[in-house]
T-cell receptor, first 115, second 115 residues
């Protein structure tokens, strides 16, 4: 079965500093990987995805993610963090079970950006 | 604007009562999903549906039921058999057409509290 792991429950970073939120995956076949963000009491918002092609994927709000096949990782990055980036971030992988697609989510990482 | 509407936003229930959470989408998406979110556990799949009048159990379907009588609607009933129903419930949909890379679109969620 496909799975993702987010090893950090929380990441703290000062505003203006670069941020990284880690994700590792376990899949059979080619991975389809996603990042979502959730603000308090809200639904999840899609940030970016990796399907194929360049290992560096650019997404919404200045976020990007680096796909590393040898390390089975898909870390989320941003060069300069904003206080408004503080939220819960989820990594996900596509799982095709009996021909039907679903997403399997990690447990989430809370990002706290301090002023 | 197209999107997914979940209602109610907040719901309180007494033990032993069934409650139904509404999910409506006007994105013309074929597939719809229900996830449950608990702190520290990420999102877990309850039920999913690929087409009208068809749905499948996810990883934690016990104590829940769904219907898919219309393409736009996928209501979730939390029955009295669900032992720990207090949670944040998220409905999502996916476009089944091509290109289909698997990302989901989420509603704003419904928070259920059992008193």
């Amino acid at each position: 079965a496909q799975s993702v792991a987010q090893p950090e429950d929380q990441v703290n970073v000062a505003e203006g500093n670069p941020l990284t939120v880690k994700c590792t995956y376990s899949v059979s076949g080619n991975p389809y990987l996603f990042w979502y963000v959730q603000y308090p009491n809200r639904g999840l918002q899609f940030l970016l995805k990796y399907i194929t092609g360049d290992n560096l994927v650019k997404g919404s709000y200045g976020f990007e993610a680096e796909f590393n096949k040898s390390q089975t990782s898909f870390h989320l990055k941003k060069p300069s963090a904003l206080v408004s980036d503080s939220a819960l971030y989820f990594c996900a992988v596509r799982d095709r079970h009996t021909g039907f697609q679903k997403l399997v989510f990690g447990t989430g990482t809370r990002l706290l950006v301090s002023p | 604007d197209g999107g997914i509407t979940q209602s109610p936003k907040y719901l309180f229930r007494k033990e032993g009562q069934n409650v139904t959470l509404s999910c409506e989408q006007n994105l013309n998406h074929d597939a719809m999903y229900w996830y449950r979110q608990d702190p520290g556990q990420g999102l877990r799949l309850i039920y999913y549906s690929q087409i009208v009048n068809d749905f499948q159990k996810g990883d934690i379907a016990e104590g829940y039921s769904v219907s898919r009588e219309k393409k736009e609607s996928f209501p979730l009933t939390v029955t009295s058999a669900q032992k720990n129903p207090t949670a944040f419930y998220l409905c999502a949909s996916r476009n089944g057409g091509q290109p289909n890379t698997g990302e989901l679109f989420f509603g704003e969620g419904s928070r259920l509290t059992v008193l």
